[in-house]
């Protein structure tokens, strides 16, 4: 397994391209049409918490999921659903 990491140590993913752009309209679009009245997750924030937040929320998203990206990283905490 060791070498398996080694041989991929300088490994960045695909080059990032227009396709991989995250914009606020797109974060929105997203949101308003999760299907309403499902469980909610691990923190209990429901598709209706996202639904009825402060528009801002969307811009916040965007820029989060522009980073993660942008740095090839995702937190630990997403991997939970």
Same mark, same amino acid.
């Given at each position: ?11 960045? &993913? ?22 309403? &009245? ?44």
């Amino acid at each position: 397994m060791q070498d398996f990491f080694a041989s991929r140590a300088d490994y960045h &993913g695909l080059p990032l391209t227009g396709e991989h752009c995250v914009d606020t309209e797109l974060v929105s679009n997203m949101v308003n049409n999760m299907k309403r &009245g499902k469980a909610a997750d691990t923190d209990d924030i429901s598709a209706g918490h996202l639904l009825f937040c402060h528009p801002c929320l969307s811009i916040l998203l965007a820029k989060l999921f522009q980073l993660m990206i942008f740095t090839s990283y995702i937190p630990l905490g997403f991997r939970y659903s």
